[in-house]
């Protein structure tokens, strides 16, 4: 086995490998935009060669990011794999070793990732990663007869359990209707525009939100949210943008996806991206009832929030869901988030204080 750096003419063998582990039709195109054309370089990718053959894959996306300690890169892992012939051989961990020693020489600051399989998480935990939050689940229901139906058909539901969650969904997805109801549209003060492409007016948004304030985030330039959202060749976002007159005080960006990862046909509703200046709160009610909207005209079965609840700026974020109607999963369809840094140049205190991180699911490229 070989333990290598991606060259050119590798990418055949990567998607090939990624389509068949994860019985997926990913494109050259889509591996192309994650992996080579992100605003902060191409990505270090570490491949396993056995004999010309690609069977391992890891890489760290470069990600521009926003901490107390000022500007850095942050390596996002991403797409963690082995073929399954040649699982059980202990693989995974000289894969991860030699990725981050890569990385390394790159000079990024610190490693995080979203690590939602077990043998992927356990890998990386072993090699000093920290489980420091997570992504936490909220959902409704749109179409409760057709959730209870797929989800009762993939797992295999006993009688008494799909009446029961018939009964939940139910109350659930009426409860979500009511509430949809009383919401208003824009107020006075506030207008929501769905925007095509984002502009200077964001990176105005981004300067005025990250001036003198200690946290951690990935830099929401225009270049990134135009590469991460408009350009993604994946599918289609609603980008809503909240202004105050000709000013940009907050975004949120939604889709719709299926489930293909767990045999569901559901189309689910989920938010990847938000912010809002601080003092302008009174934009959540605004830009959720946008993103219901535009869920509702797509046909979606379901909505799925992922957000950071113990965030310090994602707080009112969640206040907001629950108006409306959206119940926490208690943990079943969270999301670890994990980080480790290089060196010691990086104030460890501040990279592992769950409160200072504004996440969101642009973090998580696997839900791209």
């Not at 040649?86 to 995974?92: E, F």
């Not at 113990?310 to 999963?329: C, H, I, M, N």
């Not at 980080?339 to 200072?356: A, K, S």
């Amino acid at each position: 086995m070989e333990y290598r750096e991606y060259r050119p003419g590798d990418e055949k063998g990567l998607n090939d490998l990624f389509n068949e582990v994860f019985s997926r039709q990913r494109t050259i195109e889509q591996w192309k935009w994650l992996y080579i054309d992100a605003p902060a370089g191409p990505s270090k990718i570490v491949i396993i060669d056995h004999e010309g053959e690609i069977v391992g894959h890891e890489a760290m996306i470069p990600l521009q990011f926003h901490t107390p300690m000022g500007e850095c890169i942050g390596g996002k892992i991403e797409d963690v794999y082995i073929s399954a012939r040649h699982r059980g051989k202990r693989l995974s961990g000289p894969l991860l070793d030699y990725c981050l020693e890569i990385s390394a020489r790159a000079n990024f600051c610190f490693s995080f990732g979203m690590a939602a399989r077990r043998v992927p998480y356990r890998t990386h935990i072993d090699r000093g990663y920290r489980h420091v939050c997570s992504l936490n689940a909220y959902f409704a229901p749109f179409r409760p007869s057709e959730t209870v139906a797929d989800i009762s058909r993939v797992l295999r539901f006993s009688s008494p359990k799909r009446i029961a969650m018939a009964a939940a969904m139910n109350f659930l997805a009426k409860r979500f209707e009511r509430r949809i109801a009383k919401h208003a549209g824009d107020s006075d003060a506030l207008r929501i525009e769905r925007i095509e492409r984002f502009d200077a007016r964001f990176d105005e948004l981004w300067r005025e939100f990250a001036k003198d304030r200690n946290f951690i985030s990935i830099k929401r330039s225009s270049e990134f949210l135009n590469w991460r959202y408009i350009d993604n060749p994946y599918r289609e976002y609603a980008v809503l943008a909240a202004r105050s007159g000709d000013r940009v005080v907050g975004y949120l960006c939604a889709s719709i996806i299926t489930r293909e990862d767990m045999d569901l046909r559901l189309k689910v509703g989920v938010v990847a991206d938000f912010l809002v200046l601080p003092g302008y709160e009174r934009a959540f009610p605004l830009i959720v009832r946008s993103a219901v909207d535009s869920w509702r005209s797509g046909g979606a079965d379901v909505a799925i929030v992922w957000v950071h609840r113990d965030g310090d700026f994602s707080r009112p974020f969640v206040a907001e869901l629950k108006r409306w109607g959206l119940v926490s999963t208690f943990g079943r369809y969270d999301i670890p988030v994990i980080v480790r840094p290089f060196g010691t140049e990086i104030d460890t205190e501040t990279l592992f204080d769950i409160r200072r991180w504004h996440l969101t699911q642009a973090f998580n490229a696997a839900w791209v």
